[in-house]
């Protein structure tokens, strides 16, 4: 089970982008995660008319490695930590390490 995921709030804690906030997009891999607005770079892109790509020079957020991001958590308005927790119907659930409130209930 993974502590960040698709849709989650995330605080850069480490890099260029220290202090920036935003949603998951999406996981690349196993370690690294795509943050809406964060860690942006210009690509050169070639036109594709199949997939209906202009070409040019876009700018587009890269990955980042999961270690320096962290969870938001709105009740602190800080970064958090994650911890698992399997409640009493047996379903294991994410909760925020400072004040014990379970994620996304």
Do not use: Q
């Not at 997939?51 to 800080?78: Q, W």
């Amino acid at each position: 089970m993974e502590k960040i995921r698709k849709g989650d709030d995330v605080l850069v804690i480490a890099g260029k982008d220290k202090g920036r906030r935003g949603a998951v997009l999406r996981r690349t891999d196993a370690e690294h995660v795509l943050v809406e607005g964060v860690n942006r770079a210009k690509k050169h892109v070639k036109p594709n008319p199949v997939k209906g790509v202009a070409g040019g020079i876009v700018e587009m957020e890269m990955p980042l490695h999961i270690s320096n991001v962290a969870i938001y958590n709105p009740a602190t308005r800080k970064a958090d930590r994650i911890g698992f927790k399997t409640l009493e119907d047996n379903t294991k659930v994410r909760f925020f390490k400072s004040n014990g409130e379970v994620l996304g209930a």
